[in-house]
């Protein structure tokens, strides 16, 4: 048998057509007349699948990104946007499915199965079920174990298997071709955005930004942000746990920055704080938050209340007097009877 034979054979097996099929198949002449914009047809506006104070963020039949450092809630978010879907969430995120594409699929490639489970459970109690009952219409699948291949392979037939409206690919590197082979990353991120066409949904993946800039890790991350209807930017302020989402990139008007935080339950919790704000106003808020949380509903002498202070702000005893002085005389605490306590609790009791 000649090599040309043995090469036919070999595609034959693996299901790709010869090179002399495709240009048999593929006419080019009646792909220009498909390909060819008509001025005269009613296209419709994309369908606003997430929106957020009116400003549409994901449609069907794209994709989009959450990044960030290591360690930002990129998952927190994640999981807030499907509750939202789902029905409702904490961040301020509108949600409006398409008939019979109600579903959500969050498919992971890096957590462990307990915080998996912990992470689907608190979304079953944001959408009114209880923790340990499956929902028809959330479904979550752990390919961790799996090669890049097997795990692309199980990513795809569950999106057949469960015709979700909308998809998370929690850790896209892990079902990706080696992040800076430039070809293989192209093909594959048009693969991901030709799989979101045909099953008209929309799949949202999670990447880390490099460790010296903002943008998402290798030739990867580049051609994801270039195929992205919307890239949602999360940056960590360390010092108050507070995450500030960033519409980076958004092929509409993008929305206004947001900051949360995560609760006592583990939930993301939108704040109210500024955001554009002076290092001076950053640590005066920061100064706030930390007297609010010493004071709450009670009264503290200066001592008890200096000692709180160092501790909930992790400063030195005398970095925390200086601060209750500046609060003073700031008007946001007053001293009543030798005692500190919150001007607003002070108005509020005088009502």
Known sequence: ???????????????????????????????????LCDLT???????????????????????????GKAKTCKSKLASDIAATFLREGNLGFNANPLPGLESV???????????????????????????????PLFNVISIKLLSENEGWQVFLAAIKRFSPGLVFLDGILDVAPAMNEERDCKLFIKKLYETATEYNTHIISILHENKGSRDMQGHLGHYLLKKSESVFALTLDKATKIITVENSEARDAPFEDFCFSINDNGLPELLDAPLKMTKAEINKYNRNIALKRCLALKRLGFNELKEAYALHACCAPRTAASHIKEAVQDGFIEIVDKTYILKKYIDETEE
């Open 1 to 35: 048998m000649d090599k040309a034979n043995i090469q036919k054979n070999i595609k034959s097996l693996n299901g790709l057509p010869e090179a002399e099929d495709v240009i048999e198949l593929f006419d080019p002449e009646q792909a220009l007349n498909d390909c």
């Open 41 to 67: 047809r009613d296209i419709q506006e994309p369908h606003p699948l997430i929106s957020r104070n009116g400003n549409k963020i994901i449609s069907p039949g794209n994709i989009s990104a959450i990044k």
């Open 105 to 135: 699929l969050i498919c992971d490639t890096e957590q462990g199965l307990s915080h998996l489970y912990r992470a689907a459970r608190q979304i079953n109690l944001q959408t009114g079920f209880l923790p340990f009952d499956n929902n």
